[in-house]
């Protein structure tokens, strides 16, 4: 067989270059004018924008009032009092805690951000002694710090915490140790034992079944009946108890649609491999469950640092409550000085909340949680 070669004798005929692939004009056609309906939504949505933006800005920033005194609140037209706020800074993030002895709260938060953010970074050194430090020395250390009664330290009763300060302590609480009680009630659901999956169904169920206002009731004001005469349960505790019960029956069905995302080859290979349940669930199993139920876990944490504002309900000054109580002092009666409270809390939540989710985004893209290819 002989090779058969084709050679041009003539130059080819010039063609038009190729259409860009990529730039802003591009990605305008296809993510916003793609169909008649898409153009439709993206001008409305723009007239819309066009509209509240400049509302928001007068208010925050154009017509507010960033010092001064209270009479410049007073005017007409005005926009948010942030001169109100930074007065009252002190009592949003402590609370009735005693002003001498806020250096105690502020080394609590200064230790919670040490520990935490190398805690949170994969690379970061020594990780299980910084794991330790954070799960077993802080929480005593804290204690100590906040309460006192030991060391030197004035005793301060949870009935003068508050503000920003309790509402983290809530908040923390309740998603570390609501975490582990969910997975140990999703695999309890999912024993072969019948006593003990009987009893994690109820359990979870009985949970789910009820609103956390109702469970903070319960604990607040019922839980006390039943205790032995003379005998009490600080009022913080009880919102603890039942903010991290409550939780874990819901990160329990999380975790257990983890589980149900594990293809039944992975056991079998643990179990081919001579793994016994503990081994098998620690190295194989839950890693993979967990790496599945990430995105539903922080939806479960962010859903609870928003719900600790109902904490309120039960008298526990958490920022919500401080914000409110904030307003009943007339010497600040202003036209805005309450919505300027309120949106001032309502930044604090969006700050904490979307810094959760942002990092719950980057830990699903490290993990490969998508499985894109």
């Given amino acids: 067989m002989t090779d058969i070669g084709f050679v041009r ?3 080819a005929s010039s063609r038009p270059a190729p259409q860009r692939t990529s730039g802003p004009l591009l990605w305008l056609r296809k993510n916003l004018f793609a169909t008649p309906a898409d153009t439709v939504m993206t001008v ?17 920033i154009g017509n507010a009032v ?8 007073r005017v007409l037209n005005v926009g948010a009092c942030w001169i109100y706020v ?14 001498a002895e806020y250096w105690r709260v502020n080394i609590v938060f200064l230790l919670l951000a040490l520990l935490l953010i190398p805690l949170l970074m994969p690379k970061a050194p020594y990780k299980r002694l910084n794991a330790a430090l954070f799960f077993v020395v802080f929480p005593v250390v804290a204690y100590i710090l906040l309460n006192g009664g030991m060391f030197g330290l004035r005793e301060v009763p949870t009935e003068s915490w508050g503000g920003l300060m309790v509402t983290l302590i809530i908040a923390l609480v309740g998603i570390i140790c609501s975490l582990p009680l969910g997975i140990l009630l999703a695999m309890g659901r999912r024993s072969k034992l019948p006593i003990v999956k009987g009893l994690c169904v109820a359990f979870i169920e009985l949970w789910r079944a009820v609103p956390l206002i109702t469970v903070l009731f319960m604990a607040s004001v019922m839980l006390p009946l039943f205790m032995p005469q003379g005998m009490s349960v600080d009022k913080l505790l009880r919102a603890l108890v039942g903010v991290t019960l409550f939780t874990a029956a819901y990160l329990a069905e999380v975790v257990r649609g983890g589980f149900a995302a594990i293809p039944r080859g992975q056991t079998e290979a643990a179990s081919a491999l001579g793994l016994g349940y503990w081994k098998a669930m620690g190295l194989i199993i839950l890693p ?3 790496k599945h139920s990430i995105p ?3 939806n479960n944490f962010i859903s609870l640092f928003k719900d600790t504002s109902l904490v309120s309900i039960v008298g526990i000054f ?3 409550n401080a914000v409110q109580s904030a307003s009943s002092d007339n010497s600040w009666a202003a036209p805005t000085r309450d919505i300027t409270g309120y949106v001032f809390a309502a930044m604090i939540f969006w700050v904490f909340c979307f ?5 719950s985004m980057w830990v699903e893209r490290r993990l490969n949680t998508g499985y894109k290819r």
């Fill in 66 to 73: 960033f010092s001064g005194t209270v009479e410049d609140c």
């Fill in 318 to 320: 958490d920022l919500l």
């Fill in 296 to 298: 539903g876990i922080v």
């Fill in 44 to 60: 409305l949505v723009v007239l819309f924008l066009y509209w509240l933006i400049p509302l928001i800005y007068r208010f925050m």
């Fill in 355 to 359: 810094a959760m989710s942002r990092y």
């Fill in 86 to 99: 930074e007065a009252r800074i002190t009592f949003f993030i402590y609370g009735f805690y005693p002003t």
């Fill in 9 to 11: 004798t003539e130059m």
């Fill in 288 to 290: 993979q469950a967990l």
